[in-house]
């Protein structure tokens, strides 16, 4: 079997999601049982604009953006650890091959793969060419996607993830540039572009579009739960199987063992981000979605958290131990060195 085959087969799949899939997500579906795991989309503009930092305090890299924002900070667009590499894609949102080589470069050694994202159906990313928009210019298709695989290492796995087209015809089409451009593989989430996430997808015809070539397909569409991942798999013949919204609920639908309690869950991921000092902010963000999925928001837990401003307020309502904070900082400099000065 190829490097790209054993890459891309029988792999349980955390999907792109915006928001979501930042490292204390990633770090705790890897811990479940995900055997790849995708970032959230990163535009072309912001990821362009960054520098790579090496932050040994924390042992991290960090790609930072060198303006600052408005209060005078320079933001974190993607931040990954070296124990990562061997599983991490790096998903893009750009619609121009130039500007897609020039991020993929620049985070080459950080990452396993380079996901074009062309499943997008929202305006910001198809009026500027990219997600959606791209599934019907082949020929922009075939220019990211060559450029991608001629000019990065041959280790770094390129690929992209696309919706389907009107008919299953069209989709076959696309499907087969995708796979002349030499990609690793490509993944299907199998709706079409109109269609709204509460609509099943469609697993019998993304059965066909997976015999169409021999590359590795990756399924995506309606994988809720663990035994899903088996099933999408042999209904449709695809080798790899990816779960969203499911991972995005309860992220130990990874687990071989069962789903954890969702409490637990909660905490796990808490005590990621603690554990790495993430933002205030999207730790917010990822607690938020998870007690709207299980107690709400509409309770005492939930006014605190959106009340909190620190990781010490959430650690503290949570009740989860305020000395995980930044545990993971591996060694304390004796003063500040450039790249705390940067990404703290
Ligand atoms: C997504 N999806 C998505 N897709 C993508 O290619 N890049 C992205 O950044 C995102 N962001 C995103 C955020 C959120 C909150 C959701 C729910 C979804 C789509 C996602 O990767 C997947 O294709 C769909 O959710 C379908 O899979 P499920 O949910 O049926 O398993």
Redesign the pocket.
Known sequence: MDAAREFYTNKNIL???????TMPTRLQATEYGADIV?S??ILDYSLMRSKRVENHAFGTVEFVNTKENSSGFRDVIFQTIPEERGRLVL?L?TGDATRALKCALLAAKDISAV?I????PLKFSTSSGA?SALLKKPEQVRDIMTTLRRNLPSEVHVTC?I?LLETTEKTIELARVIEACGVSAF?V?A?YVSQR?RQP?HWDLMKHVVESVSCPVIA?????KHEDFERIKSETGAASA???????WNLSVFREEGLLPARENLNNILKKCLEWNHTVKNTKYLLR?LLIKSTGLENEEGNALNKSKTLEEIARTFEVPETLIGSKRREHLKRPCEEDALSL
Do not use: S, W
């Not at 999907?15 to 899939?21: F, G, I, K, L, S």
């Not at 990816?242 to 995005?248: E, S, V």
């Open positions: 999907a792109p999601m915006v928001r979501v899939c995708y959230e989309e998903q949102g996901d994202n062309m499943g997008c997600g993830k919706r993944g989430h709706r996430p997808a995506n569409g309606d994988v809720f990816m779960c969203g919204r499911a991972a995005l979605e």
